[in-house]
């Protein structure tokens, strides 16, 4: 059976580990989907509730509470037992039967589906006793226990059969139902906590990987040293940070590093956790010794390649307890298009770097950040892999060509439809090949731009940010923005094949929903 996520969470209850393996070690003859731990925020009885597992098939939408140990009915008091003591827990069959109708409730009033009712069911796993004892609050055909365990298939097929023999249940869910329902709860579950970007005044956003980027992750912590490729947008930043997140609660030092200022204030707002170290490059030693830190557990670099070069290795082997040959270190980098942008791409450093005690090499292929008219847009207009699109259609990437005059008078026409729709204004940054008083944002007049805030080292640590932002694009290379306006550089179909076009994949790859592209003529591009 398909599990998500693909590792049990680790919440310290061996318990719910035991279910997990028996779930994902069925063959089922019918799709069927179980999710582990979904938070329930409109529990009957709690601020917030969980049900252990949810399990949506054909047969409709199952939960099953799992409670591990001695189990223990006294005086009106549930209890379970193990060697670190007795504890005192919540009746399990009103557990589970609450989370069931809470959950029911959440469903029904987001989706709508074919059929006027879910079928329902519940269900408790006791793992560690067997259970024999009948009572009018339970049928035996709900409860699995250590017996039971052990052919779980089959106590499954008859829990699905019990459920779905009572005359509420009677009929099935569809295929396209049970998607429905799979990813509605998804999101309660995946979020890769803390990747996203508040956006003021808008819904709260989050980054979800995809299947293969879980995968991805689970093969990273599978290796002690691994080196992650991807083009923009494809989730290494987020992969790094889901990294840096296990390592941390398993208690071992984590260095995240990277070169840019401006992404290690992004990083900060993305991970904030006291237990993580993040540095630039440049910063490390300074870091160290005012951490009075002579070594770190595990080493992760995001935006690799503008690191990729012996010196900055060097210092970062030094950094890492066993070096690099022997220690635990994982570096995600892009060398689609983005190497050269602040520093040298460095060939033999990378060749070096292949050859410490053979680390594991990944390619990411899923585009997780721009939406697919972008990505088209990227791939077409660059000849560059930026993986599968895995988002929504999206709005069409908007273009104006020409000379100065016309691109000034439309991008002031832009700007004030900007302005005075719904779109926060923190969710727009205008990013430029040259330096603002350069730009063709300084042809507008004084009270169209005033508001405008042009981003510094300072000033990025303010993410996410609350007016429209300017920055010159190789600054803002790792962060991102759900509306990207690209200014001064030529259309990339008049440019050769020979040609530079870093700063088009940076700047165009920079945008998650719309992105505005004002190529400029070749005749009124400035130099910096």
């Known amino acids: 059976m ?88 919540c009746d399990p069959f009103k557990q589970a039967n609450s989370a069931l109708h809470a959950l029911n409730e959440k469903i029904t ?100 990987l995809t299947e293969e980027q879980y995968h991805y992750v689970d093969m990273a912590m599978e290796n002690q040293r691994v080196i992650c490729s991807g083009g923009a947008g494809t989730g290494k930043t987020f992969l790094a940070a889901e990294l840096c997140r296990r390592f941390i609660s398993q208690g071992k030092t984590v260095l995240l ?10 990083l900060s707002t993305l991970i904030p956790s006291e237990s993580l170290i993040i540095t630039t490059i440049s910063g490390l030693t300074v870091t160290m010794r005012r951490e009075s830190i002579d070594s770190f557990d595990v080493v992760i670099v995001d935006e690799g390649q503008d690191i990729l070069n012996i010196k900055d290795l060097e210092q970062l082997n030094l950094a890492l307890k066993d070096g690099f040959e022997n220690g635990q ?30 680390p594991a090499i990944f390619k990411l292929n899923i585009n997780c950040r721009n939406t697919r008219n972008i990505l088209s847009k990227i791939q077409s207009s660059l000849t560059c892999d930026l993986g599968r699109p895995a988002l ?55 009270d169209e731009i005033k508001d405008i805030i042009e981003l510094d080292d300072y000033k990025v640590r303010t993410y996410p940010f609350k007016q429209i932002t300017f920055a010159e694009i190789a600054n803002f290379k790792g962060l991102e923005n759900d509306v990207i306006i690209l200014l001064d550089l030529e259309d990339p179909q008049n440019l050769t094949t020979d040609d530079k076009k870093t700063l088009h994949y940076v700047g165009m790859s920079r945008a998650r929903a719309k992105l505005y592209c004002f190529w400029s003529s070749s005749d009124t591009v400035h130099t910096i």
């Open 257 to 266: 590093a990277c070169h840019s200022s401006w992404l290690r204030h992004y």
């Open 392 to 446: 929504i259609e999206g709005p069409e990437v908007t273009e104006f060509s020409g000379n100065q005059e016309y691109l000034s008078k439309k991008l002031s026409i832009v700007l004030k439809e900007l302005k005075i729709s719904e779109l926060d204004n923190g969710s727009i940054t205008i990013l430029s090949a040259l330096r603002k008083r350069k730009s063709l944002l300084s042809t507008l007049a004084t």
């Open 329 to 358: 270190w994982y570096f995600f980098h892009d060398a689609n298009n983005q190497a050269n942008v602040l520093t040298k791409f460095d060939d033999q450093a990378m060749a070096w770097l292949k050859t410490q005690n053979h």
């Open 2 to 89: 398909k599990v998500i996520p693909n590792i049990p969470y680790d919440n310290n209850s061996f318990a719910e580990q035991q279910v997990f393996a028996a779930l994902k070690a069925i063959d089922t003859p019918f799709d069927c989907v179980a999710l582990h731990s979904v938070m329930l925020p409109n529990h009957a009885y709690k601020r917030i509730g969980e049900a252990d597992f949810v399990i949506v098939s054909c047969y409709g939408i199952f939960v099953l509470e799992v409670k591990g140990g001695t189990i223990s009915y006294q005086n009106g008091q549930w209890s379970s037992s193990n060697q670190q003591g007795t504890y005192n827990i």
């Open 109 to 208: 009033d987001y989706l709508t589906l074919e059929q006027e009712r879910l079928p329902l069911g519940y269900g408790v796993v006791f793992p560690d006793v067997l259970w024999n004892k009948e009572s009018v609050e339970w049928e035996a055909e709900i409860v699995c226990d250590s017996q039971g365990m052990l052919q779980f298939s089959h106590w499954l097929t008859t829990f699905f059969e019990y459920w779905h023999e009572r005359p509420a249940n009677a009929n099935l869910l569809s295929t396209s139902d049970t998607k429905k329902i799979i990813d509605f709860l998804r999101p309660s579950f995946e979020f890769i906590q803390p990747l996203f970007a508040h956006v003021e005044n808008m819904q709260q956003l989050s980054v979800k």
